[in-house]
């Protein structure tokens, strides 16, 4: 089944937008992955942003003319990101740790550390599973702001 990845960053949410759009190149790769997985999405969305992947993914699904399904999915549409602290401005703040972590996730998100995860604010927990980065087509890697996201796509 294709299967996309995608952050929950608010400032994709409609209800941010602006006349200057600060994540453009992030929705642009996010609504792409997303209008792939076909006219029924089923989104899995950790509860740590306090439902705002959730939000997200919905948001992403319809922008494209899809909608959210719990069953008989054309795809799936997992949100989560790496850590949020790359970075003295970053949401939480600078985390030497966090370059490395999120180089292990580049390479497997399998054994996720919990506790790590979230140290480093990484809204990681529905990522297990997935496979390799290397295995999909990576259309976005990068960690403005101090957090790392990637839109990615299996299959």
Known sequence: MRTALVPGVLALLPSYSSLEDPVAALRSACLDAVARLGP????????????????????????????????????????????????????????????????????SFDGIDAALAADLWADADRLGGLPSLAEAEVVYDDAPFGVQYWVAVWG
Not at 40 to 49: F, K, L, P, Y
Not at 86 to 97: N, Q
């Open 40 to 107: 029924r999405i089923r989104v899995v969305a950790s509860g740590a942003t306090g439902g705002s992947g959730a939000k997200v993914g919905a948001a992403l699904v319809a922008a494209v003319g899809a909608v959210v399904v719990e069953d008989g999915e054309t795809g799936v549409l997992v949100v989560g990101n790496g850590s949020a602290t790359r970075t003295e401005k970053a949401p939480g703040h600078l985390d030497e740790r966090a370059a490395d972590f999120d180089a292990a996730l580049r390479v």
